[in-house]
C-alpha cells in the first residue's frame, strides 16, 4: 500500500518556501502559493541509488497527479528554473498522454527532463 503522505502534503500546505542548502549552495526550492507548488531541483550533491527508469517514474507520479488533479492543486517541476513537468490540475499533456497513460501529467521539457534523469542516476 503507498503512502499518501506526498499528496497530503502538496495539497493541504497552501503557502510557503523550503530551501534545502548544500554548503551554502541551494540544493533545492519549494514553494507552495495558492494551488500551484513549485519544486525546484538546483543542485543535488549526491546520486540517488537504485533509481527507477525515467519511464517508470512517470508513471508511478500519475498517482499522484490523479489526486492533485482532483483536489485542483498543480505541481510544477523545476530542473535549474528551467520547468520540466507539470503534475495535477494544470497539466495539459499533448504526446506525454501516450508515455504516461496519464491526462495529469504533462511533460513539458523532454530534454531538460533526460538531463535531470542524468544528474541523480
Known amino acids: ?5 506526498p499528496a ?3 495539497i493541504y500546505l497552501k503557502s510557503g518556501q523550503l530551501t534545502i542548502t548544500n554548503k551554502e549552495k541551494t540544493a533545492i526550492e519549494f514553494n ?8 525546484d531541483i538546483i ?3 549526491t546520486k540517488i541509488p537504485g533509481n527507477m527508469s525515467l519511464l517508470k517514474q512517470l508513471t508511478e507520479a ?4 490523479k489526486m492533485l488533479s482532483k483536489e485542483g492543486v498543480t505541481l510544477e517541476v523545476k530542473h535549474k528554473g528551467k520547468l520540466i513537468l507539470r503534475l495535477g490540475k494544470n497539466a495539459r499533456p499533448k504526446l506525454s498522454t501516450l508515455v504516461t497513460f496519464s491526462r495529469s501529467v504533462e511533460i513539458v521539457d523532454l530534454s531538460e527532463l533526460r538531463k ?6
Request: positive net charge.
Open 1 to 5: 500500500m503507498k503512502s499518501k503522505l
Open 8 to 10: 497530503n502534503f502538496l
Open 32 to 39: 507552495s502559493k495558492g494551488s500551484t507548488r513549485t519544486l
Open 43 to 45: 543542485d543535488l550533491p
Open 62 to 65: 500519475k498517482d499522484l497527479a
Open 116 to 121: 535531470l534523469d542524468k544528474e541523480i542516476s
